[in-house]
């Protein structure tokens, strides 16, 4: 809009670098370009402004596919007066010399005419495609027919109107459908994620089992090394019950057989002092006697020594120890005969 001040009965207009002014007075044109600023009488001006700058339409229509689908065409198109004098001749841009608007509403009018020209080579091409096909590809041929009606449209070169460019947005169907639409690709994406999460829980479980197994393995590998250490701790008792037990009993014996000895000697003694034969021998039982009995004293020692060790063994261990020592005095078997009613209560007796 042109800027218009006033001193006295005369008014200035200025115009704007993008703005084409043409002044006429009596049907003759006084001044015409863009960038003006001139002094005029109001009541004898005949003022016309047209803008030459590039304008942005947006456009937003509805059209019909080959299947009967109703979609939105949404376009932008831009467009310029190349031909300002020519535009000025066939709208109304006059402007009011006291105040500087225009007396119509000229863009209006070239709005309206640029939608209805796109409108229907865009209206043509989607009719002749299904819903499919104009959602998909359907873009670069609206567009492509939409610039090439309106570069050809004789009106609007008649008019002074020049296109700079048509630009398709986007072209959609109705909500309902359109979600129908989406419904497949949801479902494959939803199918995907459940994919992964299947395949992460199936991954925490497979680690889960792992990290059990490790856990009862080395519980398996401390139990085996706790027997161990009981089995060796039995054996290193067992084997101190035993040293103890011989050193006890090789003392016993060295007593007798010094007392025996002593016992000899006293008899020799005896004999060569006039003792009786009956006396002597009498003096060599009892020395008999008494080493006999310390030796079966130190064997009860040794014995009673050996079952406080086994005391505090635990009975698998005691059990093991038994089977053992058993074996030590089994005699040798070379052959042996299992018959089935044998072998049928065995198994019946493992059973229960």
């Known amino acids: 809009m042109a800027d218009v001040t006033r001193r006295l009965h005369l008014r200035h207009l200025r115009g704007a670098p993008t703005s084409w002014v043409s002044h006429t007075v009596k049907g003759r044109p006084k001044r015409a370009g863009t960038g003006l600023s ?6 004898t ?27 939105t065409v949404q376009a932008t198109v831009t467009y310029r007066f190349s ?18 608007r225009w007396r119509g509403q000229p863009l209006d009018q070239v709005a309206t005419l640029l939608a209805e020209l796109a409108q229907q080579p865009a209206l043509d091409v989607l009719a002749r495609v299904p819903l499919g096909e104009a959602l998909t590809s359907g873009i670069a041929p609206v567009r492509q027919s939409v610039a090439d009606a309106l ?11 020049s296109v700079v460019s048509a630009r398709v947005v986007a072209i959609r169907p109705e909500p309902d459908i359109e979600r129908a639409l989406q419904t497949p690709t949801r479902e494959q994406v939803q199918q995907e994620a459940d994919k992964a999460t299947y395949a992460r829980r199936a991954h925490a479980v497979q680690q889960e089992r ?26 290193n008792t067992r084997r101190e019950a035993e040293l103890d037990a011989e050193t006890q009993l090789v003392a016993a014996k060295a007593d007798a057989d010094r007392k025996e000895i002593a016992s ?20 060599r039982d009892e020395a008999r006697a008494a080493g006999a009995r310390i030796v079966g004293l130190a064997e009860a020692e040794a014995e009673a020594a050996r079952l406080a060790a086994y005391q505090d063994l635990p ?18 078997v070379n052959e042996l005969t299992i018959t089935p009613d044998v072998l049928t209560k065995l198994v019946g007796r493992l059973g229960q």
């Not at 031909?83 to 500087?100: E, Q, V």
């Not at 027997?227 to 039995?234: A, K, N, R, S």
Request: no cysteine; glycine share 8%.
């Open 38 to 43: 001139f002094w005029y009488r109001p009541l």
């Open 45 to 71: 001006a005949v003022l016309s402004e047209v803008p030459v700058d590039d304008r942005e339409l947006p456009l937003l229509f509805h059209a019909r596919t080959g299947d009967f689908a109703d979609v």
């Open 83 to 100: 031909d300002p004098a020519a535009a000025a001749g066939r709208l109304d841009f006059s402007i009011d010399p006291f105040t500087g």
């Open 151 to 161: 570069a050809g449209d004789p009106r609007l070169t008649e008019t002074g109107v």
């Open 210 to 235: 792992q990290i059990a197994e490790n856990e009862l393995q080395s519980k398996i590998e401390l139990a085996r090394r706790q027997q161990e250490l009981v089995e060796q701790h039995g054996a």
């Open 264 to 283: 000899i000697a006293a008899g020799e003694r005896t004999r060569r002092g006039a003792v009786t034969e009956a006396e002597a021998t009498r003096a």
């Open 315 to 332: 009975p698998a261990v005691l059990q093991a120890l038994a089977l053992k020592e058993l074996a030590g005095h089994l005699p040798a």
